[in-house]
């Protein structure tokens, strides 16, 4: 089942339960940003229950991220140039993504880009590196 043309409810879903709870803004957003890219690009992490975002998050533990609110992804870039990258950041800034995470160390595969659509009752924008 889709959520959007390019999003599946699958690809959305939290790892270790399956729950899909995204945001309908979130996802309108992240349908404009594949639009506007021009190309496919696969999601490692969409929704996150609390069990699971404890478990594999750099956030404060104690703390619901942003995942959890069903307002966040990351976006492999494991097989897309730099260049395309960067301008995925360009582009998602553009549409209004107020959270942008940038992990190009270690291993390929491990490589994403972490959007979100925070608003000031979560944490002001912010952009960060792993």
């Not at 979130?26 to 699971?52: D, T, W, Y």
């Not at 404060?60 to 069903?70: L, P, Q, R």
Request: aromatic share 10%; net charge positive.
């Amino acid at each position: 089942m889709l959520i959007t043309p390019n999003f599946s409810v699958s690809e959305m879903a939290c790892s270790c339960c399956q729950k899909a709870e995204m945001d309908d803004e979130f996802m309108r957003m992240l349908q404009e940003l594949r639009n506007v890219a021009g190309f496919p690009f696969r999601i490692n992490s969409g929704f996150r229950c609390l069990k699971h975002n404890a478990a594999v998050s750099s956030y404060k533990k104690s703390k619901a991220g942003i995942h959890t609110f069903g307002k966040a992804c990351d976006i492999s870039v494991m097989s897309i140039s730099t260049t395309q990258t960067l301008h995925l950041i360009k582009q998602a800034q553009d549409i209004g993504f107020t959270g942008l995470g940038l992990k190009l160390n270690g291993d390929r595969k491990g490589r994403f880009l972490h959007v979100d659509n925070r608003g000031d009752d979560f944490s002001p924008p912010a952009v960060w590196t792993y």
